[in-house]
């Protein structure tokens, strides 16, 4: 176990490595970066437009023409790209080796201070999500592979399939058109995550108002998730459900009950359990940015497309450290929690 667990934090720092190099390579190429956009703001064209294609390639600015060339050098020093590509990219690891993200450009704040800042948001919709969908998904799954073939199986599978056909946000704005104010009722608010009286509310009164707020996009965000681990629960209890030993366990009496609870279950369970940590990290970061964009929601999802709309480079590349770290971190405890559900997977080969 202790070499497996050695050699997978080992091969963390080349995937990490080749991340960043990806990102910081292609960077490199878009158009439109800090500089150029200062330029353009000092020529008066405003500080929202970017130069395309045709007006910048490389480190060569054409927007440049008509600045001082000591002005232009002072915005270059500004933002760090005085110094070749490759001394950046170093200089970027060395600050990330020491969890050190920098600063925004935009913000003009600190990087992990705004992650932290953001956090709570994508937090709550995450972890309500999740908790949602699962214990929700997992017994319909068990009672959809009991009853396979039946009406109930039947209805229940057109349901399903009828939302994971409709995309998030197409049913985020589905949900605010009918329950937050649109055309219909108004029981939900259109955005935010607290209402405008929150400090002055009860502790109780603070919760529902949040649960309140959290409705809809949680709603929104649940129906894809839930339809995909509803249907693998269900395959997955009736593929134990027609194997041999079943068969022996009834042959020797076995109550089914007792079946279905000390030996289907538990072997069913083992796929749903390896993927709970990735799922469970996931539902912080993925999915989020249209739903956080229709309801007002100041997260990390809107944060990182703002950053990457912006070109602001160190919260990009400071965002993506942070999730891929987190992603491979999941990843080697979704492993883990396969050789503690299943004692038959053991690591001991892996040193040689």
Not at 131 to 137: C, D, E, G, K
Not at 163 to 173: E, Q, R
Not at 189 to 204: F, K
Not at 231 to 246: A, C, P, S
């Amino acid at each position: 176990m202790f070499y497996y667990l050695l050699k997978r934090v080992l091969l963390m720092f080349p995937t990490l490595l080749g991340v960043l190099l990806a990102t910081f390579v292609v960077i490199q190429f878009v158009p439109g970066g800090p500089v150029e956009q200062v330029l353009y703001e000092l020529k008066g064209r405003g500080s929202g437009e970017v130069a395309g294609p045709a007006q910048s390639s490389g480190s060569f600015y054409q927007g440049a023409k008509g600045v001082d060339a000591e002005k232009l050098a002072e915005i270059k020093a500004l933002y760090g790209f005085d110094k070749p590509a490759h001394v950046r990219f170093l200089e970027m690891l060395g600050r990330f080796a020491r969890f050190d993200l920098g600063e925004s450009w935009f913000h003009h704040a600190d990087v992990w201070t705004l992650i932290k800042s953001k956090l709570p948001v994508s937090m709550s919709i995450g972890l309500s999500s999740f908790f949602l969908a699962y214990l929700i998904a997992v017994p319909l799954g068990v009672a959809k592979a009991v009853r396979h073939g039946s009406r109930f199986d039947l209805v229940t599978t057109l349901i399903i399939l009828a939302g994971y056909a409709i995309p998030s946000f197409v049913l985020g704005v589905v949900l605010l058109v009918l329950f937050g104010g649109g055309s219909f009722w108004q029981l939900f608010p259109l955005r935010g995550l607290t209402s405008d009286n929150w400090a002055h509310l009860s502790l109780m009164g603070k919760l529902m108002d949040y649960l309140w707020h959290l409705a809809l996009p949680v709603l929104a965000m649940t129906v894809g998730s839930f339809a995909s681990l509803t249907m693998l629960t269900k395959n997955t209890f009736l593929e134990e459900i027609r194997k041999q030993y079943v068969m022996t366990a009834r042959a020797k009496g076995l109550s089914e009950r007792r079946i279905f609870w000390k030996h289907i279950f538990r072997n069913a369970l083992i796929p749903l359990l390896v993927g709970l940590p990735e799922a469970f990290l996931a539902a912080f970061f993925t999915g989020s940015i249209l739903i956080e964009t229709l309801f007002s929601l100041d997260g990390l999802g809107l944060l990182s497309y703002e950053s990457i709309l912006r070109r602001d480079y160190p919260v990009v590349l400071g965002a993506l450290y942070f999730f891929t770290l987190l992603g491979l971190v999941g990843k080697l405890v979704s492993d883990l929690c396969y050789a503690l559900v299943d004692p038959r997977v053991g690591f001991e080969g892996a040193k040689h």
